[in-house]
């Protein structure tokens, strides 16, 4: 990464770069407040508050406050913590996960072995089906055969 060298003749900012500068810096302060207040909760120790920022007299701006992701690149990360749900919590939904499959599993191999014993009921009543059926066709030929004798 190169380094910038300052200008060695005046900077002339633009309202619009200023009013960008301005608002950056009330976001900022914003920040620093939201995160001091969070600290403060959790850290009983008190620190000096930041000292704010003066522009030089004579008119030049440093390079790091024209760029603020530069300057937010120098600075270590102070965002809060994640959130870390208890391990009880994701024991509980992991066990909750793993009774309910347990459920589904359970209720797949009822429903096939219930399945299979029904395809083999089927089974047996169609052969019943097709015995009773010869067996009719049988009757039928004989009922005819007395019927033909004259009895």
């Known amino acids: 990464m ?5 200008p060695s ?3 002339f900012i633009s309202d619009r770069d200023l009013t960008e500068i301005q608002l950056h810096s009330v976001e900022s302060i914003n920040d620093i407040h939201r995160n ?3 600290q403060s909760r959790k850290v009983s120790i008190s620190r000096p508050p930041p000292v704010p920022f003066t522009p030089p007299p004579n008119g030049n701006v440093p390079s790091p406050v024209l760029n603020p992701s530069a300057r937010h690149a ?17 024991f509980a939904c992991l066990a ?10 359970f209720v797949v191999v009822k429903q096939a072995i219930t399945v299979s014993y029904l395809s083999e009921v089927l ?5 019943h089906f097709q015995e009773v059926s010869a067996l009719k ?3 039928q030929l004989l009922e005819r055969n007395l019927n033909s004798t004259g009895h």
Not at 123 to 127: F, I, T
């Open 9 to 11: 003749h005046p900077v």
């Open 137 to 139: 066709h049988k009757l």
């Open 96 to 105: 909750f996960l793993f009774i309910t499959l347990a459920v589904i599993l």
């Open 2 to 6: 190169l380094k910038q060298c300052p």
């Open 123 to 127: 089974l047996q009543h169609q052969g």
């Open 74 to 90: 120098k600075q270590p990360s102070s965002e809060t913590p994640k959130y870390q749900p208890p391990r009880i919590l994701i």
């Open 36 to 38: 001091h207040s969070e």
